[in-house]
């Protein structure tokens, strides 16, 4: 297959399904936190060596599953053409980014984190309009901000200080700022390699170099050197555990969710999609682990949903003054 290939007709056509990409991937993006701490209160395996686990074996899934289709098998050419510049995207939006994602589950808490993290967003629409000049737009700056609010109002049922936390959280939180922000560079810069060799291709090879760089930087580093072929040796749920976050959260997650942000029109919009992370979160706890919400997170989970809702409503609303207002001057200049 050429390396030149279009991005496929079928999300052109129809970007709804760009976008139910993105949704899906979120809904494997809200359980990630709880694998992760599944794993570390159940083996002595931590932060670090939870990312190597979670991209050696979820980039080999995915290469995998690109061998198995034949219009994304040739991984090849992707690298003799753009080879250095995939490995620069591997090493920063896959290996450092969540690196410091699972880093920080070893200093801040799951709410601290997801709350961090959920602010991606913000991310990815002012590193879009920095480099493709695309502007936010007041639409989701007002939506945006009412989003972040709401999703930190979610994750600590309203407690402040339960956010904030004492000052050891520091340095989760800025691993967590760290990871949000390189995996937003990643999203908005990888978008024209995968217009230009398939999403399956390009997550495939960026999340295997990902992991291959993250087991050489953890074992030089942290002289941790994980061997994944003793996954059946350890603890039967933190083994179970990690396949799940290996090939639910990684290889199928990813994938969706990395290819449906390319594929979208509006990938600051699509990239919306991801304030319902810590909502998908809330009603997993409640139909698996039998959680009851209280009545401010359900107000919460209200606010962010009407907030996401509610961006597209303004954007309309707001371009449709812009253009009348630009009729009426139009009209107040004589001939």
Not at 66 to 92: E, K, Q
Request: aromatic share 10%; glycine share 8%.
């Amino acid at each position: 297959m050429s390396g030149d290939a279009p991005r496929p007709a079928l999300w052109r056509r129809r970007p709804w399904i760009a976008y139910l990409a993105v949704f899906v991937g979120v809904c494997g993006h809200a359980s990630s936190e709880f694998v992760a701490k599944l794993i570390s209160n159940n083996s002595a395996i931590e932060g670090p060596e939870i990312s190597v686990w979670r991209f050696v074996l979820g980039g080999a899934g995915l290469v995998v599953v690109a061998l198995a289709i034949p219009a994304s098998r040739d991984l090849i050419t992707p690298l003799r053409r753009d080879g250095w510049a995939l490995l620069a995207f591997s090493i920063l939006g896959v290996a450092s980014a969540y690196l410091f994602f699972h880093w920080s589950l070893d200093y801040a808490s799951v709410p601290q984190v997801a709350t961090v993290v959920t602010t991606a967003p913000i991310f990815v629409g002012l590193i879009n309009m920095a480099v493709n000049k695309i502007p936010i737009g007041a639409a989701k700056i007002v939506s945006g901000l009412g989003a972040v609010a709401g999703v930190a109002f979610l994750v600590t049922d309203g407690a402040v200080l339960a956010l904030a936390g004492h000052a050891g959280n520091l340095i989760g939180i800025v691993f967590a700022i760290l990871c949000a922000l390189l995996m937003s560079v990643y999203l908005v810069l990888i978008k024209p390699y995968i217009a230009r060799y398939g999403a399956l291709r390009i997550t495939a090879i960026t999340l295997f170099l990902g992991g291959a760089v993250l087991w050489l930087g953890v074992g030089v580093l942290f002289g941790r050197w994980v061997d994944v072929f003793t996954l059946p040796s350890l603890v039967p749920v933190a083994a179970s555990a990690i396949v799940v976050l290996a090939f639910y959260n990684t290889t199928i997650t990813q994938w969706l969710w990395i290819g449906g942000l390319a594929a979208a029109p509006d990938i600051t919009r699509a990239m919306y999609l991801f304030f319902l992370k810590p909502v998908i979160a809330a009603l997993l706890a409640i139909v698996f682990l039998g959680t009851s919400l209280s009545i401010w997170q359900v107000l919460a989970i209200a606010v962010i949903c009407s907030a996401v809702a509610a961006e597209a409503v303004l954007d309309r609303l707001f371009r449709k003054r812009a253009t009348s207002a630009r009729g009426e001057t139009l009209k107040a200049v004589p001939d």
